[in-house]
C-alpha cells in the first residue's frame, strides 16, 4: 500500500491514537488524475476548519502538499485519503495540551465505474436510519462515522448504489457517502447542511459552476415530497462525480439537460486545471 | 507498553482498520485487581450486546479471557481496556459480509486518587455541550466519542473532576466518563439512559448491592432543578468506583450515609469475589 504516516513509510498507527480510540480526527477523500488531487485548496480548506472546530492544531499545508506529492507523482488515477488525528494521549476524553497531531496519507486504486452509470442513472434507497443534527458537529467530516455505516449497512444489494438519509422523515439530508441535488422547473435544488450533513467539496464545485452556466440554484429545506415530484435527481461526491439517479424506491427519473450540462461543465472543469 | 492485538505483542494496527477510520467498534474498560479483571461477566455481556447492535461478529469470550490473563497475570493494580473493531475493509462505509474483527486489549497504569477524594469528595462542573438521542447507538459503548471528547475539553481546571451532560437545558443524563446518583429523601435515584448516555458496569453493581442494602432506587427522568436540591450526589465508573460530588457549580453537598454505605458495600463487594 502507498502509505504515508506522519512523512513516514508506515501503514500502521499506535492503538493509543485517538483517532482509534473516540474517532477524534478528520478526513479527506480527493479524486487524483494526472499525478494532481483535485480540487486541493477546498479539500484542505474544509480539513483546516474541521481541525479548528475540533481544537486540533492543523498541519501545515505545504507539509501535506509534499506528502501528497510524493505519494501522487506516479498516479494516473487513484483516490487519495487524507486523516488528521489528535494523536496519541494518555487515558482519558482530556486532550493533551500540545497534541502530537498525526498525519496520514494514502492511496486506494481509482474505482472504474461503468460509463452507463454516468448515462443512464443509479438505482437509490431511502434509508431508515436518520441524521441527528449535533450542533458544534454539523459539517465537520470527523472520524464519528457510525451513523453512516448503519445506514450503508441496511442493503448489500450491488443494483442499488447509495440509500438517502433524512432528518426527520421529512427532511432529506443527503447519502451515505454523497450529496443530492434536485431539478425542478430547470432550478437546481439541494439541502441546506447547515444542521446536519457534509457540504461536499464536489457539491461545492457543482454550485459554482451552475451559477457560472446562468442555473439557478437554491439551498434550502427538502423533503421526501419535492424528491418525487423533481424533474431530475442526481448525486455529488469528489470521486464519483455526478451520478444520476434513475430510480429511488418506486419513484423513477429521466436523466435531464441540466444534469448533463453540469457533468459537461465538470469533465470541462477537469481538463482544464490539469 | 503490555498491549495484545490479535493475540500477538503488538502496540498499531493498520491505517485500514475501520475502528480508526469511522469509529466502527466498541471498547470496555476494567479495573485490574489482584491480577482480576473485576466484572469481568458484565463488561462481556455489555461488549457482546454492543457487537450484536452494530452487526460485529463478538470474538469468543474463552479468547478474550485467555489474552486478559496473559496481560493481568502479574498485575496487582491496572486498568484494561478492551476494544473490538470491525476490522480492516476496502473503502466506504459497507462492511465486509466476513469481517476481520481486531481484538485490542492493552494496560495502562492504575491511576492513584488521594483517599481525600473518597472521604471529601470532588467539583463537578455542568458543561454546555449536549448529549444527542441517536436511536440504534444508545447505550452502545461504540467508537464515535467526539461528544465526549468535546466536553471534556471545555474545562482544564484540574480542581474539576468531572463535568455532567445534558440530553436538552433540563434532562440530566451522565457525566462525560461516568454515570451519576442523587440520593433525596434517602431514595437513590440515576438518570434513564433508554435514550441517550451509557448504562455503566458500575452503575448496574451498585443498584444491585443498593437493592440487596434495602435501599430503594429509582431510573428516571432527573433535571437540573432535582440535581440542586438533592441531598447527596455522586458519580460512579469501573475504574473511580463511587466518588462524592461536594460541589456543582455554585451548588454545595455533604458526603452523605447513603454513599458513605454504598462505598463500603463496594468495597466489600470487591473484596469477596477476589
Known sequence: MDALVNGANETTVSILDRGLLYGDGLFETLAVKNANPLDWEWHIERLESGCMALGIPHPAESILRSEAERLCHDQQRAVLKIIITRGPGSRGYLAPEQPSVTRILYLSPWPEYPPEMYRDGVNVRVCTRRLIPDNGLAGIKHLNRLPQVLARNEWRDPDIFEGLM???????????GSNIFLVESGMLRTPDLTRTGIPGVM????????????????????????????????LSNSITGIVPVR????????????????????????????
Open 247 to 274: 430510480q429511488v424506491d418506486s419513484t423513477e427519473y429521466n436523466v435531464g439537460p441540466v444534469t448533463r450540462r453540469l457533468q459537461d461543465a465538470i469533465t470541462s472543469y477537469t481538463a482544464a486545471t490539469l
Open 203 to 234: 457539491r461545492r464545485r457543482i454550485l459554482a459552476l451552475a451559477k457560472e452556466s446562468g442555473i439557478q440554484c437554491q439551498i434550502g429545506t427538502e423533503s421526501l415530497q419535492a424528491l418525487k415530484s423533481a424533474d431530475e435527481v442526481f
Open 166 to 176: 433524512f432528518e426527520t422523515s421529512e427532511n432529506l439530508v443527503e447519502a451515505t
